[in-house]
């Protein structure tokens, strides 16, 4: 092919894939010589199958995970959400640091302690857990919890019940 020319679309999709996997492998490596994760059980599996994840919902392949390519996750999902609920979401799962998720803070998410949001993203991306349905996702979601009229006076009466009991309790 004279070297002016473009590979075909199909040939310039596999070598995108082929090379953000090579970064993704590079990236897996630190985290397997890492100290802080050589007590982390099936490490490498674990990594392996984040990579899979990562890469299937990395739509533009620049490493990133974007703000459009979030959203477009998550209504995949059934889960739609605004772009400021899911700039929320980025932002945890960064520390404010990026508008993207990189795949080491993906890794470390996953890896590590989790919030709301980053059980959310634990769910989504573990490859033995179907995905969320609605529900799921809005018990484990702080940006979308709604209170039916009903849950909040069987909560009521739940603390009114318990507060009885206490003041039936004699002194001893």
């Known amino acids: 092919m004279p070297s002016g020319q473009q590979a075909q679309g199909g040939k310039m999709f596999g070598l995108l894939k082929a090379q953000q996997q ?4 590079s990236v897996n490596k ?13 490490l490498a599996e674990s990594l392996e199958s984040f990579k899979k994840k990562y890469m299937e919902f990395d739509l533009n392949d ?3 995970i974007d703000l459009m390519s ?12 605004t772009h400021l609920e899911v700039k929320k979401m980025i932002a945890e ?5 990026s508008e993207t998720i ?16 980053l059980r959310l993203f634990d769910l989504i991306f573990s490859s033995d857990i179907d995905i969320p349905t609605f529900n799921e996702f809005r018990a484990l979601s702080p940006f979308t919890r709604i209170y039916s009229e009903g849950a909040v006076r069987k909560v009521k009466q739940i603390q009114g019940s318990k507060k009885t009991k206490n003041r039936m309790k004699k002194p001893k």
């Open 102 to 117: 990189s795949y080491c803070d993906f890794v470390t998410m996953m890896l590590g302690k989790r919030s709301a949001v």
């Open 70 to 81: 979030l959203k477009q996750m998550l209504e995949k999902l059934g889960v739609a959400k």
């Open 22 to 25: 090579e970064r993704l492998d």
């Open 62 to 64: 620049q490493g990133d």
């Open 93 to 97: 799962v960064t520390g404010d640091s």
């Open 30 to 42: 630190e985290f397997l010589e890492d100290e802080k994760y050589k007590d982390e059980e099936d």
